[in-house]
């Protein structure tokens, strides 16, 4: 469902140089805001009218974070299996997976997805998209690191998804026994077990950050990462605050449950820039 483990995905150098992708045609071209986002579906398709729809659906998400530079294609495989052949490696529990500018989608028919379930993961992979294409060019994006909490929270948080995840007090309970330090490291290694958990983990971790910083944090980090900056420095830059301290008061928000509103709220500290 969700791109997640990115350097394995790496592995992968576009979907469309894979085999099972060569019967695939362009069957529309729907553009969100001005850059086209082009649908490749098996020629039986009968779907292409709610992908179009569910395309549409996401553009908000597109716009949030400045938008596509760069056209997107999108791959449309029959089921999952032929999933898995594109991507290259077994993902039982994925039905899209996002690089710079492509995505591979399991058929929606094959999963049983709504126009609400496809506008949410279109969204989130589209993202991806917008993320990596911001962060870098189609040559380097790919040499920018994002830890996990930052990549994916951003996705799930502009998808609308934190109905899919645990809960803050589902989590904070979770996270009682947890050392701080090891916290974002432990739910990014069981991702493949406890999926929810890391990807509830990060969509808070990110909610924490926009409420903190504001939305003009993400595109002031991904310009500071295109320049060159390593994610940490750019996060400082942006947000003033050391990555590592930013962890720690997320973490501690969460733990301590500081969203039951005990104590001084959370406040919206100024953007150095703004100085
Ligand atoms: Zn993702």
Redesign the pocket.
Known sequence: M???RLPVALAVSCFGCVGPLANLKEVARTPLDGVPVVLRHAPDAQEVELLVDALSRATPAVRRWGGLSTAVTLHVVPHHRAFERALGRAEPTLHAWARYDEILLESPASWGADVEQLRALLA?ELT?CVTFQRLGTAQDWQQRVLPFWFR?GL?TVTAGQAADFPTLEELAGALRPVPIDEAFDRAERSVSVNYRHAYGLAHHAVVFLLRRHGDGAVPQILAALREGKSFDDAFKAATGVERLAFEHDALNYIRLRGFRGWGLPLKTLPSPRAK
């Open positions: 969700r791109a997640w989130h991806h994916e996705a």
